[in-house]
T-cell receptor
Framework: ETGVTQSPTHLIKTRGQQVTLRCSSQ?????VSWYQQALGQGPQFIFQ???????GRGNFPPRFSGLQFPNYSSELNVNALELDDSALYLC?????????????FGQGTRLTVV | GENVGLHLPTLSVQEGDNSIINCAYS??????FIWYKQESGKGPQFIID?????DKRQGQRVTVLLNKTVKHLSLQIAATQPGDSAVYFC?????????????FGKGTKLSVKP
């Protein structure tokens, strides 16, 4: 176990709805990254939060947004859900810096948009 | 854009044999590489990493080789066991790890036959 927990584990939403996914980082880790993993693909970087601010973003539209709280936990919000948003959403926590950026992943939230 | 890719999408080996999983990367700015193992229904699990100032690193039953000349990364698993069956991803950090975002390849599925 990595100590990174995500909730919920599974979720079904209707197209056009909004969803919030949650992540608790590993103890001591103040950096949280979110990834989207489509079926049969590698994870794709959505964005990263460090000290409650966005610190890098991948090629995702603005309807993907996030938050990080003082306890370093994080939320991923997706508005106006589309069918292609169906994927496994992974949260990873890490320590900042250039020496060691080993990221510890949670088990993911499986989102299905119908 | 530049990304990480894999040569073989599937690999089947006999229990006890050695496994070699390959990965090509194209981003010359990348200086940190990681191999992850992902079992069904779980998030990626860190296996081993290597920095660009090294060409080989060994762990327990695993070895990562980095050839910067041809931008090639490989993961060698010695005495492969059924528990090694999973999808393996290589990932790179293109910014020296300062942002922590990882670029993943598509993955290789390793199947171990008893």
């Amino acid at each position: 176990e990595t100590g990174v927990t995500q909730s919920p584990t599974h979720l079904i939403k209707t197209r056009g709805q909004q969803v919030t996914l949650r992540c608790s980082s590993q103890s001591g880790h103040n950096t949280v990254s979110w990834y989207q993993q489509a079926l049969g693909q590698g994870p794709q970087f959505i964005f990263q939060y460090y000290r409650e601010e966005e610190n890098g973003r991948g090629n995702f539209p603005p309807r993907f947004s996030g938050l990080q709280f003082p306890n370093y936990s994080s939320e991923l919000n997706v508005n106006a859900l589309e069918l292609d948003d169906s994927a496994l959403y992974l949260c990873a926590s890490s320590l900042p810096g250039t020496v060691n950026t080993e990221a510890f992943f949670g088990q993911g939230t499986r989102l299905t948009v119908v | 854009g530049e990304n990480v890719g894999l040569h073989l999408p599937t690999l089947s080996v006999q229990e006890g044999d050695n496994s070699i999983i390959n990965c090509a990367y194209s981003n010359s700015a990348s200086d940190y590489f990681i191999w992850y193992k992902q079992e069904s229904g779980k998030g990626p699990q860190f296996i081993i990493d290597i920095r660009s100032n090294m060409d080989k690193r060994q762990g327990q039953r695993v070895t990562v080789l980095l050839n910067k000349t041809v931008k090639h990364l490989s993961l060698q698993i010695a005495a492969t066991q059924p528990g090694d069956s999973a999808v393996y991803f290589c990932a790179e950090t293109p910014y020296g790890g300062s942002q922590g975002n990882l670029i993943f390849g598509k993955g290789t599925k390793l199947s171990v036959k008893p």
